[in-house]
């Protein structure tokens, strides 16, 4: 069973940037993030593999990184240029699956509890 703890959330202005973090308690082929927003669907919204090959939504290419270290586990996402749109509980998750980080997911074998990110305009 893969343990993952969220970090980082907060609120901030239409604009600003937030950092979140995750560490793993062990490797993972696949690591990402989804997200879940009052009402609506959960979205994926980035994913890394091992190799630090990444995917990204739509909604979110070009706003925000994932990134990870392998030797740490740890998994982060830098949000920037946020929208009102990207206020949302934010997840770390896992997957032993590598072909799982070919497209960004919404639902991986492991998941944290969650961080929330709120953006206000």
């Known amino acids: 069973q893969v343990q993952l703890v969220e970090s980082g959330g907060g609120s901030v202005q239409t604009g600003g940037s937030l950092r979140l973090s995750c560490v793993a308690s062990e490797f993972t082929p696949c690591m990402g993030w989804f997200r879940q927003a009052p009402g609506k669907a959960t979205e994926g919204v980035a994913v890394i593999n091992a190799e630090g090959m990444t995917r990204y939504a739509e909604s979110v290419k070009g706003r925000f990184t994932i990134s990870k270290d392998n030797a740490k586990n740890t998994l982060s996402l830098q949000m920037n240029s946020l929208k009102p749109e990207d206020s949302a509980m934010y997840y770390c998750?896992?997957?032993?699956?590598?072909?799982?980080?070919?497209?960004?997911?919404?639902?991986?074998?492991?998941r944290g509890r969650g961080t929330q990110v709120t953006v206000s305009s």
């Open positions: 998750a896992a997957d032993g699956r590598r072909m799982w980080c070919d497209a960004p997911r919404n639902l991986f074998g492991y």
